[in-house]
């Protein structure tokens, strides 16, 4: 293995950029500090329900494959029909940008503020 | 030779298999899916370095079409293979140029496996909203690839050999 010190340098310096891209973009593109108003929920791409988040209650989805739960402002996926359940593990999310995805049923719950559906910048 | 080249090929596979098998018994630990090690790109990596980039490929397709069938689904297949093919090509060209390490070479990996799955998924769900999850998925590939270009790097230079020319 060839590993000179003008390699292991570039090697630190292409890792760091990374590592600083990653946190330049977490800082950017990191959830709005205002929480949402609003649940949207996304099936391949088409919004299927708005839910406002102001109602608790428990919604069944996507022909019963997904159950969202909204309460206290928070909405989560209480339960799925999936391999993993990796969207019910996400848990609450209420601010906006966040979301939680069900891959297999392509289902996506968003939030939405009051002002707008896409609100950050660059 | 040539039959020694193809036992390897298959050992490496095995060894990749084992690795995914061994990583999908970990529980969904972390709020964002698709975070995970990559230990599969142990095997890949070793075969770019020691086999060349076609046996690489081989292996790394392999891989992910049967375990995907094993321990996923058709659907995870189509976003896992995004990433092992991006991952790999951007793998084997930072490695061709001969200007980074093995380490580095892993971070590119992991981080473009990651980019090249979360963008099958945006193409899968149609939707745009998951961008979000870029920033971190960024980060996870830097860990996991320093993590498995180190692991690679020691096994590499344990069973010291020739490298690859390619």
Redesign the interface.
């Given at each position: 293995?060839?590993?000179d010190k003008k390699?292991?340098l570039?090697?630190i310096i292409?890792?760091a950029s990374?590592?600083v891209?990653?946190?330049v973009?977490?800082v950017?593109?990191r959830?709005s500090s205002e929480s949402g108003s609003t649940a949207v929920v996304?099936v391949?791409?088409?919004v299927i329900a708005r839910y406002p988040l102001s109602e608790d209650g428990i919604h069944v989805l996507n022909g019963g494959l997904n159950t969202i739960e909204i309460k206290d402002g928070k909405v989560r996926m209480m339960e799925a029909h999936c391999?993993?359940?990796?969207?019910v593990?996400?848990?609450w999310i209420s601010r906006g940008?966040?979301?939680i995805?069900c891959?297999?049923n392509?289902l996506?719950v968003?939030i939405e503020g009051d002002n707008s559906v896409v609100d950050f910048t660059l | 030779m040539q039959s020694r080249k193809i036992s390897q090929i298959g050992v490496l596979t095995a060894l990749a298999m084992v690795l995914s098998y061994v990583e999908s018994l970990f529980p969904a630990f972390i709020a964002v899916p698709g975070i995970k090690i990559g230990l599969a790109n142990i095997a890949v990596i070793f075969a770019l370095y020691r086999l060349g980039f076609r046996e690489a490929l081989g292996i790394s397709v392999v891989r992910v079409v049967l375990s995907s069938l094993l321990f996923g689904s058709v659907l995870s297949l189509s976003y896992s293979i995004a990433g092992a093919l991006i991952s790999l090509v951007v793998m084997y060209l930072l490695k061709r140029i001969r200007l980074f390490g093995i380490v580095a070479v892993s971070v590119a990996g992991g981080v473009s496996h990651n980019l090249g799955q979360i963008g099958m998924a945006c193409l899968i769900l149609q939707t745009g909203a998951i961008v979000y999850y870029v920033p971190v998925l960024i980060l996870s590939g830097v860990a996991s690839g320093v993590v498995i270009g180190l692991v690679s790097s020691t096994v590499l230079s344990r069973l010291g050999e020739e490298d690859a020319d390619e």
């Open positions: 293995m060839k590993s390699t292991r570039r090697d292409l890792i990374l590592a891209l990653g946190l973009l977490l950017v593109m959830p996304q391949d791409g088409v391999p993993n359940h990796e969207c593990h996400q848990g940008h966040q979301s995805v891959l297999p392509k996506v968003t | -």
